[in-house]
């Protein structure tokens, strides 16, 4: 497969500044160098290719006025000249489009042979990549950062600007193939916010980070930051973010002044891009860069604050060593950060990690559980989470160790596999409709199937041998993150998918993967969340899940104890409030419609295959398979389930697996199905 990745900007070299000088983001540079590299050191991929901007600026350095600059022996940046050889900002890049758009499609045409995907970077570069589908035919898939609709709703007066680019993110969102987004935050309540999103098209894919840069030593840190520091072995606070308004570095230094702790304790390191100058730049980074400056003077913080004007990425890498070193603490208090790829780079360094609530960082904290949100409004919170840290040395140690094992798997060749599952499928989608199966196996997700990579392998090789088995998943997970699972771990494509604990269910309608509206019309009825989340709002240890868990036909939140769901359920019937409380994982508990569950999704898809409840499988672990369980003539509980549902064991319908994940639920339809068949051929010899 040739890949092209197409980034406008321009500032794309093989060598890049991680925060660089121009109003490009240096983390967008990293982003796709990091994703093309991984491309190219596939089998199947036979060339990654990065097209941008050719231009000519001797400060800028002189490979962008490289035509081609090979950086490995399979991946090649080439750089369209569009006529027009300044380097050009951010908002002057649209008035050159036209020309680089003609540019690049006569170079396409001169080719031998046409690439088979481009991935379009942001909107601008999407709007390019729509007009040379329309030309050649090369489908593109498109990676929506930093989305405009957020920006809008905080802002005090309207902006022309921005409405156009978010039309032209909806014009994009309409025409990818597939739609990537890095966070479930941008998955599942931003791009959706869309008019013309589809949630069959839109993907979640994990960046990567690059671990080959890992410090040999902490000097170039030190070097660094030395000359504006009194004490250098005080605990590092570190920010690294451009000088923009919604990176909310100036809020940072005043939660930093104003706490007496952290001014006695620790340092704080800001890296707010490269600087000539406090002059340089454009009008926003001069305002940010004034108000660092006036913070650390009214609170005089001077020795304990070092904000250098340049770094290398070297220093860079040996700052979150050196502030681990040093007990410290990385700090990301955006006002909104839709992904936040530093605070991933902070837990490869085994860094605790303080971050805004707001966007990205949700996912991340909540994946890698190696530190604290907060709001980014609130000054004095921001303060007290980074002094919590510093000061509870169980916490950070423990926050640390979460930071160096969580974040092993998050690098660039698995982004990369996922990105080829997706593009193969954009390029060309299977025309092929599976005949309609005899049997179905449906399956809860976690635990029950992933787990052992072994198992996964061997149940996927069964449904490749056994096409009158059709394969269901079942989960609590949302549609987004159930097929980023299913992605991840390589199992095979679900007939359908149940989701969000039984109260979505998704099928595959003239290739779009699409809501089954008739289902979800069925347990609607008496349904009101509004009334649930007021009368559950004063519930002590009970604490709403993020935003996106909170779905159309659920509730869901954090339970600190098992006996909540007992207190909740008797709550929501002394209100008159028909609902079912399914309680799982020692302390997730959900609140459903009264006719929802994974038992009724189950017995709806069933139904839309029309396969007998005898023919029909349920595998699961777990409090939120029980009812599905409970009610399917030819359940397995896997050998690694939990304690809260282990008493399902002894029903006579429920078959125990003595193997775990995956190969206990294979274990237990081959045992359910040869019991299945024994009965059959039992009552085939009672005489009439």
């Not at 909310?248 to 620790?266: I, Q, Y």
């Not at 004034?290 to 250098?308: C, E, M, N, Q, T």
């Not at 000061?391 to 798997?409: I, K, P, V, Y």
Request: hydrophobic share 40%.
């Amino acid at each position: 497969m040739h890949i092209v990745s197409l980034a406008l900007g321009g500032c794309l070299k093989a060598e890049p500044v991680r925060y660089g000088i121009t109003e490009d983001t240096g983390g967008h540079i990293t982003y796709i160098l990091g994703e093309m590299d991984a491309l190219a050191r596939r089998d199947d991929v036979t060339l990654a290719e990065i097209v941008t901007r050719r231009f000519d600026d001797p400060r800028l350095g002189a490979a962008h006025a490289l035509e081609e600059e090979w950086v490995a022996p399979k991946l090649l940046i080439r750089r369209i000249d569009s006529g027009d050889r300044r380097y050009l900002a951010k908002e002057a890049l649209s008035a050159d489009r036209e020309g680089f758009t003609r540019a690049f499609i006569a170079d396409l045409r001169r080719r031998e042979r046409l690439p088979d995907v481009i991935h379009a970077h942001f909107a601008d570069a999407a709007d390019v990549a729509r007009k040379v589908e329309v030309e050649l035919g090369i489908p593109f898939i498109y990676t929506a950062h930093s989305l405009g609709m957020d920006k809008r709703d905080a802002l005090s007066s309207p902006s022309p600007a921005l409405d156009a680019r978010i039309a032209e993110e909806d014009r994009a969102i309409a025409c990818a193939r597939a739609v990537i987004g890095s966070s479930r935050d941008e998955c599942e309540r931003q791009l959706v916010a869309y008019p013309s999103a589809a949630i069959g098209r839109i993907h979640r894919l994990i960046p990567g980070i690059d671990r080959r840069r890992a410090p040999s030593n902490t000097i170039p840190a030190t070097e660094l930051i030395a000359p504006f520091l009194r004490e250098m072995d005080k605990p590092i606070v570190l920010a690294i973010a451009r000088p923009v308004h919604k990176k909310n570095l100036v809020s940072l230094v005043d939660a930093f002044g104003a706490n007496p702790v952290l001014r006695e304790k620790c340092n704080l390191v800001v890296l707010a891009g490269l600087r000539e100058g406090l002059e340089s730049g454009a009008k926003e980074q001069q305002q940010v860069l004034r108000g660092l400056v006036d913070a650390i003077d009214r609170h005089d913080l001077y020795g304990s604050v070092a904000y250098p004007k340049s770094h290398s990425r070297e220093q860079v890498e040996a700052l979150y060593a050196l502030a681990a070193e040093t007990r410290g603490v990385f700090v990301n208090p955006a006002l909104m950060e839709p992904y936040g790829l530093t605070l991933v780079e902070a837990a490869a360094h085994g860094l605790p990690v303080v971050a805004t609530k707001v966007g990205g960082p949700q996912d991340i904290i909540g994946e890698l559980e190696h530190g604290l949100l907060v709001d980014p409004r609130n000054g004095e919170g921001i303060g007290m989470a980074i002094e919590r840290l510093v000061t509870d040395r169980a916490l950070w140690e423990q926050c640390a160790r979460n930071a160096r094992g969580n974040s092993l798997g998050v690098d660039w060749d698995a982004y990369a596999a996922g990105f080829v599952a997706i593009a193969q499928n954009a390029v060309a989608p299977s025309a092929i409709e599976s005949p309609r199966p005899d049997y179905l196996l449906v399956s809860d997700l976690d635990n029950t199937l992933t787990g052992c990579d072994r198992g996964v392998q061997r149940i996927a090789q069964f449904f490749r041998r056994k096409a009158e088995f059709g394969f269901v998943i079942a989960t609590g997970r949302s549609i987004v993150e159930a097929r980023r699972l299913v992605r991840d771990w390589n199992l095979p494509e679900p007939r359908a998918w149940i989701t969000s604990v039984g109260t979505e269910i998704y099928v595959e309608r003239a290739g779009e993967l699409v809501l089954d509206q008739t289902y979800a019309d069925q347990i609607l009825r008496d349904w009101h969340p509004e009334v649930i989340d007021r009368t559950l709002a004063d519930v002590p240890g009970l604490v709403p899940q993020a935003n996106y868990e909170q779905r159309t036909y659920k509730r869901s939140y954090y339970a600190e104890a098992p006996e909540l769901a007992r207190s909740v359920d008797q709550r929501l019937q002394a209100a008159g409030i028909p609902a079912r409380v399914v309680f799982s994982h020692e302390r997730l508990l959900d609140v459903l419609p009264r006719n929802a569950g994974k038992a009724a999704a189950m017995r709806h898809v069933a139904q839309s295959f029309a396969i007998p409840l005898e023919r029909v499988f349920a595998a699961g672990d777990s409090g939120n398979d029980a009812d599905m369980l409970s009610a399917c003539r030819n359940a397995i509980l896997v050998g690694n389930h939990a304690a809260e549902v282990a008493s399902l064991a002894q029903r006579p319908n429920v078959y125990l697996a003595r193997r775990s994940h995956a190969s206990g639920t294979l274990e237990g339809v081959l045992a359910q199905h040869r019991a299945q068949r024994n009965r059959h051929r039992q009552n085939r010899r009672i005489p009439a």
